[in-house]
């Protein structure tokens, strides 16, 4: 199987900038998506291919990826953006497709 | 607006059987990989299976192998999740999801949409 790796927290102030981070062996070969999941609702995709916003995501939710590692901005974070957030990605051979553990993102 | 809506979620003994079901709308269903992902009580997200366009390509998470089968019904708008040999450690929110418009190739799973999810609950 395969595995990715988040922190289980993150917490920043209103207007600051909050950095959530994805790590997976394979990832330097796949792309990273990321979702963000708030209470008791279903996850929505906030970036896919490793840093692409879809249509209607704020401009201040970017990502990008270097080596085993994938990460998701949100600049200058909003208290509406207090959610679990999570990354996706599959092994190079596209056989196992994963989420990570999970971060939960504070904004206060 | 694409819809994905499950069904057919509720209360069973350990060992026992249930049939999801996900109607999906307002897109061509059959060009588009699926996917059930499913999310313990308190838990994380855990994808559990994939299908592709044509169901010729089929993935299991380890922790479903040999007991859930995935299949869909191009006719009917519709993909299933038949689980048999239910566990307690199954109990969980199983949510369907589409596989990215954005995906260019055959091997891509990624889910852009998500339907509300169903809830299965396996319990005495």
């Known amino acids: 199987s395969y595995e990715l790796t988040q922190p289980p927290s993150v917490s920043v102030s209103p207007g600051q900038t909050a950095r959530i981070t994805c790590s997976g062996d394979a990832l330097p070969e796949t792309y990273a998506y990321w979702y963000q999941q708030k209470s008791g609702q279903a996850p929505v995709l906030v970036i896919y291919?490793?840093?692409k916003r879809p249509s209607g995501i704020p401009e201040r939710f970017s990502g990008s990826s270097s080596g085993t590692m994938a990460t998701l901005t949100i600049s200058g974070a909003q208290v509406e953006d207090e959610a679990d957030y999570y990354c996706y990605s599959t092994d190079s051979s596209s056989q196992w497709k994963v989420f990570g553990t999970g971060t939960k993102v504070t904004v206060l | 607006e694409v819809q994905l809506v499950e069904s057919g979620g509720g209360l069973v003994k350990p060992g026992g059987s249930l049939r999801l079901s996900c109607a999906a709308s307002?897109?061509?269903?059959?060009?588009?990989?699926m996917n059930w992902v499913r999310q313990a009580p308190g838990k994380g997200l855990e994808w559990v299976s994939s299908?592709?366009?044509?169901?010729?390509?089929?993935y299991y998470a380890d922790s479903v192998k040999g007991r859930f089968t995935i299949s869909r019904d191009n006719a009917k708008n519709s993909v299933y999740l038949q689980m048999n040999a239910l566990r307690a450690e199954d109990t969980a929110v199983y949510y369907c999801a589409r596989a990215g418009a954005f995906c260019r190739t055959t091997s891509c799973y990624a889910p852009d949409y998500w339907g509300q999810g169903t809830l299965v609950t396996v319990s005495s």
């Open positions: 307002a897109f061509t269903f059959n060009t588009y990989n």
């Open positions: 299908i592709s366009s044509r169901s010729s390509d089929i």
């Open positions: 291919e490793d840093t």
